[in-house]
């Protein structure tokens, strides 16, 4: 499965950015897809995930509220809309796909390349 992110960039505090991530490679099946996301020195942390069905969500605290993350019409394709982005909000994303959409993002078996988003205070 080759998973491919798309939409970051850089913004001021406050502002808003939309991730975007298709997968490919199993036509057949259907994922849950998430994010996860790693800062400079810190390591990676779990962002946001969505079933396969699209109707469960799970998100991080540090996100819940600003963030949504929902499936897009072409089938294995996610969003991540990001809303009162924040400083600490910078990091590089990184799109991830499973059978399972786990509370706490585990059990992601497939990983694309990130995408960088930048918050300027």
């Known amino acids: 499965v080759q998973l491919q992110a798309s939409g970051g960039g850089l913004v001021q505090a406050g502002g808003s950015l939309r991730l975007s991530c298709a997968a490919s490679g199993r036509p057949r099946e259907t994922y849950a897809m998430g994010w996860w996301r790693q800062a400079p020195g810190q390591e990676r942390e779990f962002v946001a995930v969505?079933?396969?069905?699209?109707?469960?969500?799970y998100y991080a605290d540090s996100v819940k509220g600003r963030f949504t993350i929902s499936r897009e019409s072409a089938e294995n394709t996610v969003g991540l809309q990001m809303n009162r982005l924040k400083p600490e909000d910078t990091a590089v994303y990184y799109c991830?796909?499973?059978?399972?959409?786990?509370?706490?993002?585990?059990?992601?078996?497939?990983w694309g390349g990130g995408t960088q988003v930048t918050v300027s205070s």
């Open positions: 991830t796909a499973g059978m399972h959409a786990h509370p706490l993002g585990y059990g992601m078996e497939h």
């Open positions: 969505i079933s396969a069905s699209g109707t469960t969500t």
